[in-house]
C-alpha cells in the first residue's frame, strides 16, 4: 500500500517536469517569439556599463517607467551584493575578497549607504577610467568600481 506522502511527492515531481517541458519547448508563451524580444543577459563590461549609463540619465528625470537597461542594471548590482553577502556568510567570513570580520562589504570601496543610482555612476566612472574592462567580463569591471579598501 502507498503512503499519501510518496504519491504526493510524485505529483510534484511530474509537476516540475511539465514546467521544465513547458520551457524547452519554443514558440510556448514562456519564450520571446523573436530573438529581438530576448531579455538581455549582462555579460560583459560594456553590457554592465551600458545597463548601468542608463539608470544613471533616468536618474536625473525619474519618471515611470523604468526603463528595462536600468532595471538590469539594478538587478545585476543586488546580485553582485548578494553574493558577496552569501559568500562571506557561508564561508566563515573569508568572503570573495578575504577575511573581514562580521561586515561582508568591509573590503569594499563604499562609505556608508549608497543607492543604485550611486553604484551605477561608479560603474559607469570606473569604465571610463579603464576601458579595457569593457571588453571583459562583467564581474570584473564591478570588481574594480567597488573594490581596493586596504588591506583587502
Known amino acids: 500500500m502507498r503512503s499519501s506522502a510518496i504519491s504526493s ?25 523573436s530573438p529581438a524580444d530576448a531579455r538581455m543577459r549582462i555579460e560583459t563590461g560594456r553590457d554592465l556599463r551600458d545597463a548601468c549609463a542608463v539608470l544613471v540619465e533616468h536618474a536625473l528625470n525619474p519618471e515611470p517607467p523604468t526603463p528595462r537597461l536600468a532595471r538590469y542594471c539594478r538587478q545585476y548590482l543586488a546580485g553582485y551584493f548578494e553574493s558577496l553577502r552569501v559568500l562571506h556568510d557561508n564561508h566563515g567570513g573569508e568572503g570573495i575578497y578575504g577575511p573581514s570580520g562580521d ?32 571588453d571583459g567580463d562583467a564581474l570584473a569591471l564591478a570588481r574594480k568600481a567597488f573594490a581596493g579598501r586596504p588591506p583587502c
Open 9 to 33: 511527492h510524485g505529483a510534484d515531481l511530474r509537476a516540475v517536469a511539465l514546467i521544465f517541458y513547458l520551457f524547452a519547448i519554443p514558440g510556448t508563451a514562456f519564450f520571446a517569439s
Open 103 to 134: 561586515d561582508p562589504y568591509a573590503c569594499l570601496n563604499l562609505d556608508g549607504p549608497r543607492s543604485f543610482d550611486q553604484l551605477a555612476a561608479r560603474v559607469v566612472r570606473t569604465s571610463e577610467w579603464q576601458p579595457d574592462l569593457l
